[in-house]
């Protein structure tokens, strides 16, 4: 049993090693593998060799000195690595070492350290796989090493350790040896053991994804693990104020229906036809949302505005009506497409407003951000913002002046450390000089360049430098993000204002309904560049999206389809917000609750429509896999077992009272005539002693009583009286009339002949 | 003498809880923190979880010190790594929180999971659970015997694992734990554990209640029932070896009183038959022409000393403020008197034994009405404890119908030169040639042999 311990315990630090190094992109924790084997045959199988402790308390402190050199000279992310670095150090430390329980202890808290820092560096769904063989590996481990420590020798407590225990006493009580019981096959560890193992570790993960559901998501600090910057406390969703480099990338697999867009001619209000929608929308229409303005250490914010304005009533009549019903998305921000002219809530007369600098579409702060939302805007055919370009012509001069001063001075700042960034833009840009030839030529630089791929797979090839310029010279691969922060870095670095803006590009047409559907997966980001008094849309991603959408959106096999789904989930688990939570999770539940409520107060008030609405539930298959399904399931079934247990303990009662009637007449009838026997020698001073059975009672006690019993012919009868007391007691065996009568005569004969011999002695 | 009482203790798992819970109740009152982020549901559910972990955490508090109390027996302990469970579950909870990490949430509820089906693994197993000891009937001092616990599962769906049965065993103030580990019971059947003990000390033992403990299966919560089966066990004292002094004493004393004259023989006694040989008789009362005729052992039979009645008057008395050399002296009595009780009874089955014991309780025991009886001294000799209010004089009370002119009286006691100042003093019992022995260490090693001087 040691030698399955030391191996499970090697295979559970070596998986937490591996899912480290593969999560920090190092191969550093995966030498954990290496000599969690070498350790496991040396130091713990042959025992050959093993660290003593003073030596491997000096490693420990060469642990902490590397660590921390690594902690002291890196980034926010290095000194997390620093952290998981020490974590790996220490648990080589403790593999070297001869192995007590508390080495395995320390072993196994610092593989789970292991996970949870590899937890923080990727968000891949391979973890989340990872993570279910961890906890089958380490519920194992740790069984084992209950039932090892629970047998490990028997423990004789002698005289001396009591003594020790207990110094001044004089008087010691005694040894004892500790008893196992072992299995039936006298083996510790068999199948059923590993049985009973899967299951728990079947039952925890149930627990664990209940726990992972349920928590709400209070998030209750403003602090990143992987920067020193406070966020505003913004919900995180892939498209809101502010974007993480790299926030977008699950997104981007998420077929979940952002929005609905409905089209039509404000004059006739007549709904657009299919032509009509692709005619004005385009192939990949872009839905322009939120827009950043501020880069620092790969992250893109918003700046502080609060120049919020109505829109004018007059350009109410534009020609074009764009109807949108958003769904939760826990932000603010409002989408539109094209030349927007004017927009208005539709429901509960909320308000909408736009951004004086910015041109974003926000709703009213009343409006509850949990709840869709719809509303209209009225564009033009135009280009995009033909409309305030035009109405900044108007602005007040100190508007203009904040606008230009001000604003377009910020969208020209590059953080420092991006001087590589600089010298490619102006190296690109150097042969021509109006700002729209320049914008022209970085886009292309990237759309034309057969070095840049479009991926959205994530990998930091170098740490230590800038999201950007690991993108530009290092992957050359990546997503809209990068793209567009990279395009517009690289205008400010040739002086152009730009700004980052994150919407939608394309989506999805629905015959039926008369519906543009935008999914997550249609997510995006591009560039708005201020050239020449207007602002430009420049769009460096490659064509390939179109296709990774088109994949995301049509899986070609029912195994990609699933694939497709498990992926979904993943990324919807890992992006969990309050706000989702409450969406996916809390409100059905909620709202089941209520209608089972109902339906149960309607039934108990004998209403036919609780009886319809079950009838229908179950007569429509299309329900039963849904949560309500799951829900009418789990209520079937907790039902179903408290009527099965109610039972069973009635029937249990029920037996046992009659069981236990019966056991107490058999036990009288077997007991009664023996018990007579003894009261009858209990008066000639003859008692069976506790240490003898009745047999030997009747062969030795009785040698006194011989010569009467010989007169009166019963010198035999005792010992069969006892051969029926054993047949009826031990051998379940009932005693019939006959011998029942036959005993009750023997007996009165006995007690006479006793009783007259003692009168004869008198 | 230390002792190792079972005294109510605090449960710390108990205030942790309690600290928490009103904590959370506190804290939100004081914040609305989860009011204002999910609403009504959120403060209603941080209440009851909050009330629901201080009620909890009361309840093992009170059961921690007044164990009476707790109805069911069910107790709860964190163990060391428990506990550091819990801090790494926490670090991980507050720096998803902190961090706004989903993963970093999802391996604290990978911890969380776990630690919950743990704890529920533990409680369910220990539920219809039922255990029966076995004791050998009686024992002698520092005999090594065997008890068995048959644990017993009477659910009809769960196996149990690694359930370890504690024992319990008292007397007065001493007590210690055996244990037995059962590695597995399979639903509806019930398995058998031994361990042994060795029991120095003479006395009535209390075995129980039983508490049955498991951790399984990630050993990170003990949880344990209490089943209240308490056994009385009696230890006899453990005899030792009369030497030949003790023989010759007695046949002296004899000889001074009723001028019977004897012949010589192995014991100086009066050779009464020939009879078989039987176990234990001592080879030099075989009578070898007999034998060779015979084609068996036989062996010369004596009758005077041996076959002698005896009273045995064993002196309970033990001073109020007994000092453990008093003490030792009264137990080393008892083994005399045991010895001397077991050693006439198996030698001879002719002449009968009469024994007053006085102590706490004192006892009248007549040894010629069979083996049965044999057991009731024994019991007497193992229950019996001292007495400081024992006056000299109250030794040979009532004793003139066991008294005979054939009988031997030997009186053990531990103030040997009180008695015989009292038997002076009061000529009229007769007993001038009663054999008084004291109890001390030097009085009787002559003729005693006792146990823990084996092999010294």
């Known amino acids: 049993m040691k030698t399955i311990l030391f191996f499970s315990l090697t295979a559970m630090i070596s998986l937490s090693g591996i899912i480290f190094a593969v999560a920090e992109g190092s191969p550093l924790a995966g030498c954990s593998l290496l000599i969690a084997l070498a350790t496991l045959f040396f130091v713990d199988i042959e025992e050959k060799f093993s660290v003593p402790p003073v030596v491997a308390n000096l490693f420990g402190f060469v642990a902490f000195l590397i660590a921390g050199l690594e902690f002291f000279n890196g980034e926010i992310e290095s000194r997390l690595l620093a952290g998981g670095h020490l974590i790996v150090y220490l648990t080589w430390v403790f593999m070297i070492q001869k192995k007590e329980t508390r080495h395995i202890w320390w072993l196994c808290a610092l593989s789970i350290l292991q996970i949870a820092t590899a937890s923080v560096l990727t968000k891949s769904i391979w973890f989340g796989g990872a993570l279910i063989v961890y906890s089958f590996l380490a519920t194992w481990t740790l069984s084992v090493f209950l039932l090892y420590r629970s047998t490990r020798g028997s423990s004789l407590k002698s005289q001396n350790e009591l003594e020790k225990d207990d110094l001044d006493s004089k008087f010691v009580v005694g040894d004892q040896w500790r008893g196992i019981s072992r299995d039936v096959d006298h083996r510790l560890l068999n199948w059923r053991f590993l049985v009973v193992s899967c299951t728990m570790t079947c039952l925890g993960l149930c627990l664990t994804l209940m726990f992972f559901l349920f928590t709400p998501r209070i998030w209750i600090g403003q602090f990143s693990f992987l920067s020193d910057e406070a966020m505003d406390g913004r919900p995180l969703t892939g498209f809101t104020e502010e974007v993480k480099l790299g926030d977008m990338g699950e997104i981007l697999e998420n077929d979940e229906v952002v929005m609905e867009l409905a089209l039509s001619h404000t004059a006739t209000e007549l709904p657009f036809t299919e032509a009509e929608v692709w005619s004005t929308l385009g192939a990949e229409p872009l839905f322009r949302g939120t827009v950043m303005e501020k880069y620092e250490n790969g992250r893109w914010k918003q700046l502080p505005n609060d120049n919020f304005q109505r829109f004018s009533r007059r350009n109410r009549y534009a020609p074009i009506t764009q109807r949108y019903k958003i769904s939760p998305i826990g932000s603010a921000a409002l989408f539109s497409f094209g030349d927007t002219a004017y927009a208005r809530a539709i429901t509960d007369d909320r308000r909408v407003f736009r951004q004086q600098f910015s041109d974003e579409i926000i709703r009213d702060d009343e409006a509850p951000l949990n709840q869709p939302f719809e509303y209209f805007v009225r564009s033009n055919e135009a280009a995009f913002d033909s409309t305030f370009s035009t109405q900044r012509n108007y602005w007040s001069r100190f508007s203009q002046l904040q606008f230009i001063g001000g604003y377009q001075q910020t969208l020209r700042q590059i953080p420092d450390g991006m001087d590589r960034v600089i010298a490619l833009s102006r190296e690109i840009t150097r042969d021509v000089s109006s700002n729209l030839d320049k914008a022209k030529l970085l886009e292309n630089y990237f759309l034309n360049s057969s070095e840049f791929t479009y991926s959205l797979d994530l990998r930091i090839e170098d740490a230590s430098v ?297 | 003498m230390r002792s190792h009482f079972r005294r109510g203790r605090i449960s710390f798992p108990g205030v942790i809880f309690m600290i928490i819970g009103l904590g959370l109740v506190i804290f939100e009152m004081q914040t609305g923190l989860l009011l204002n982020r999910i609403g009504t549901t959120g403060r209603i559910v941080i209440f009851v979880c909050g009330t629901g972990f201080s009620v909890w955490g009361l309840k093992e508090v009170i059961a921690g010190f007044f164990p009476g109390y707790s109805k069911t027996g069910y107790s709860f302990k964190l163990p060391q790594e428990g506990y550091l469970y819990l801090v790494i579950m926490f670090v991980f909870f507050v720096g998803s929180l902190i961090g706004r990490n989903n993963l970093l949430l999802l391996v604290f509820a990978s911890l969380a999971g776990p630690f919950v089906m743990n704890g529920w693994f533990t409680f369910t197993m220990l539920r219809l659970l039922r255990v029966s000891r076995v004791l050998p009937e009686r024992v002698m001092a520092g005999e090594p015997f065997t008890t068995t616990l048959i644990l017993e599962n009477r659910k009809t769906w769960l196996t149990i694992w690694l359930m370890t049965v504690h024992d319990a065993v008292s007397r007065g103030d001493f007590w210690f734990s055996p244990e037995v580990l059962f590695v597995r019971v399979p639903s509806s059947s019930s398995r058998q554990g031994h361990y042994q003990l060795r029991l120095k000390q003479r006395g009535a033992y209390e075995f129980g209640p039983v508490r049955i403990t498991t951790r399984f299966p990630l050993g990170l919560v003990e949880r344990g029932n209490r089943i209240e089966i308490i056994d009385e066990f009696l230890v006899y004292p453990r005899t030792g070896h009369l030497t030949s002094v003790w023989r010759k004493q007695l046949q002296n004393s004899t000889e001074l009183v009723s001028g019977v004259r004897t012949m010589a023989g192995p014991f100086n006694d009066e050779m009464s038959n020939i009879r078989e040989y039987r176990q234990g008789d001592d080879p030099r009362m075989i009578h070898w022409r007999t034998s060779a005729r015979t084609t068996e052992l036989m062996v010369r039979e004596y009758e005077e000393s041996r076959d002698r009645d005896l009273l045995l008057i064993i002196d309970g008395w033990l001073p109020q403020q007994s000092d453990p050399v008093q003490e030792e002296n009264f137990e080393r009595g008892l083994r005399f008197a045991t010895t001397v009780c077991m050693e006439h009874l198996r030698s001879s089955r002719i002449s009968s034994l009469y024994v007053r014991l006085t102590g706490e309780e004192n006892l009248e025991w007549r040894g010629d009405q069979g083996e049965a009886h044999v057991d009731e001294l024994l019991d007497a000799f193992s229950r019996t404890d001292g007495n400081y209010q024992i006056e000299a004089s109250q030794l040979f009370e009532d004793l003139d119908r066991v008294k005979s002119g054939k009988r031997r009286v030997v009186i053990i006691t531990a103030r040997p030169e009180e008695v015989r100042e009292a038997l002076q003093a009061n000529p009229e019992h007769r007993l001038q040639d009663a054999q008084i022995y004291g109890t001390s260490r030097e009085e009787l090693l002559p003729v005693f042999i006792d146990s823990d001087e084996v092999g010294k």
């Open chain 1, 466 to 762: 800038d999201p950007i310029e690991d993108f530009l010279f290092n992957r050359k691969s990546g997503h809209c993000e990068y793209y567009a922060s990279s395009l517009a870095i690289m205008l400010r670095s040739v002086g152009i204002p730009s700004r980052l803006v994150s919407g939608f590009k394309g989506g999805q047409y629905d015959k039926n309904l008369n519906l543009f559907l935008v999914q997550q997966l249609h997510a995006h980001s591009w560039v708005e560049a201020y050239i020449d008094g207007s602002w430009v849309v420049l769009d460096s991603t490659p064509a390939t999206r179109a296709e990774s959408v088109q994949e995301q959106m049509k899986p070609t096999s029912s195994f990609a389809a699933i694939k497709q789904k498990f992926e979904t989930a993943w990324n919807t688990g890992i992006q969990l917000s309050k706000t989702q939570q409450q969406q996916i999770i809390y409100k059905p539940i909620q709202e089941i609750g209520q209608q089972s409520w109902a339906n149960a107060k309607n039934l108990m008030q004998g209403r036919a429509t609780s009886f319809k609405s079950l009838l229908n539930f179950l007569t429509s298959p299309g329900e039963w896999f849904s949560i309500k399904g799951g829900f009418f399931v789990f209520v079937l079934l907790a039902l179903t077992s408290g009527a099965i247990w109610t039972f069973r303990r009635i029937y249990r009662l029920i037996h046992g009272i009659n069981f236990r009637s019966q056991k107490t007449t058999q036990r009288i009838q077997k007991v009664d005539f023996y018990r007579r026997f003894l009261k009858i020698l209990r008066r000639q001073g003859i008692q069976q002693a506790p240490t003898q059975t009745a047999k030997e009672f009747v062969a030795t006690s009785l040698t006194d009583l011989q010569p009467k019993l010989l007169k009166n012919n019963l010198e035999e009868w005792p010992a069969d009286l006892v051969n029926k007391f054993y047949l009826v007691r031990y051998g379940e065996r009932e005693l019939s009339k006959a011998d029942a009568e036959e005993i009750h005569r023997r007996l009165n004969d006995l007690e006479n002949c006793l009783t007259q011999q003692e009168d004869e002695e008198k």
